[in-house]
């Protein structure tokens, strides 16, 4: 247990009125191509949508990003659209100086009632031990890239990328954590997802800008590393998807994503 | 050529209003647990978006499906969020009676003047041409499902499923059409990644209910078969995934699509 963390700082909203909250993007979660990571802008939507829903989960969520996050204040609306048994359906905006910035759709609902069939044709990644593979950024900080003070990446090998040796094959595999001890929960699940360097730099491209992100939540995570699997498997005239997995520290899958992306640069 | 096509009757909307639609939601649709199959139903509010976002091509849409569509009247109301220079976003609701069937956005461009790197890790499903495969209900009718009278659907084999044997394993592979000879499009794919059966029928269950279904349209198909592939990796306590992909008769995939879903019965 943390005394304080990132995470739930930076994500923190302040309810104003009704349906009306504010939130400080902060320059913590600085990306490649960007100065404020668009999964840890959805945090703070989400964490207001759960706040006006009233349910402890969310459980899919469907991101539109329209303009790039800046660091500041920001103003974000909730709708309630529809509050069924098990699910409830919610509508959230991101506005920045009058800008909307992100506009997405969830379902939220209670994870730990869910219950039936369960059959899982897949398995998490296979991979070393965390103490057993390399940190990829050993610790270091990265000028713009904020985000890797806050996330830790723990990879068998250093991918092509890194070294100027991409290998043309857009996949990937490796553990990932909050650097300052905080555990993972359905909340930034949402966040992690997208918190990932983008598959496409093992084709030597420059860069990607999310276009819309699609998550599922699966389950409530255990303590301890998230083993991640990304793949891209369709960059057609300058688009991709980006498919990624997460899955606890139990061997469940916990999390899968589908994001729309435009190359960059 | 075709003089009249049964998807574009049904789909088709009239502006009352700027931002403001009529349609007709028929019988001819109706899929296994519901009346109205919700990609149809999607259909017809991506037209209406495509009205109001005077762009040509869905790109990537998002839909929630709030309550099953009934037979009857319907109304559309659509909202330009931004229009961007490549992409509009645009936002689309359904009601019956007042109340709100479906939510959806969308990001729509125009596909023809998209370029750029093109890389592709996948390939079309392998089956036999649609002359060497099996129609799966032979050309009949099945009561209630009268969307088997709209799409025809061609299989190596007759899943599991259709005999009392499941294989036990949520994935096909089948070619797919609209049976009175209309072309497929780009508004038709949204529909289409929803019209297959649901592939947890092999694992023995009664059913599925989708609750959000995202599509993305990757490329304007060319005409002939569509070669479909469609997979469930993901049952946990009575939700699942459906991952779907859409193949032209030219070998390119035009569509992919994920959808999170209820078991039922």
Known sequence: V???SEYDDDTAVTQRAEGSFHTRV???WGALGTPVN????LGSCVRALRHSLGRPDPIGVSAFFLQPGQVGEAEI???VV???RRLATGQVSLFQGGTEMLRALADFGDLSVLAGHTQVDNA???LPPPDDCVDLTAGHSIPGISIVDRVEYRVETPPGWTTGQPSGRAAAAFWMRLRDGRQ????????????GWPAVLELGVAGSSTVQLSVHVRGRPEPGWLACRVHTQHVIAGMH????????????LVAQSRQLALLTG
């Open 82 to 84: 529809r509050a069924g």
């Open 241 to 252: 998807e980006e498919d990624f997995e997460i899955w606890d520290s139990k061997g469940h």
């Open 124 to 126: 998490p990644p296979e």
């Open 184 to 195: 993972p929960d359905t909340i930034s699940l949402v966040s992690l997802v997208d918190a």
């Open 38 to 41: 668009g999964g840890y802008l």
């Open 2 to 4: 943390t005394a304080s």
């Open 77 to 79: 609306t909730t709708e």
């Open 26 to 28: 902060t320059d913590r």
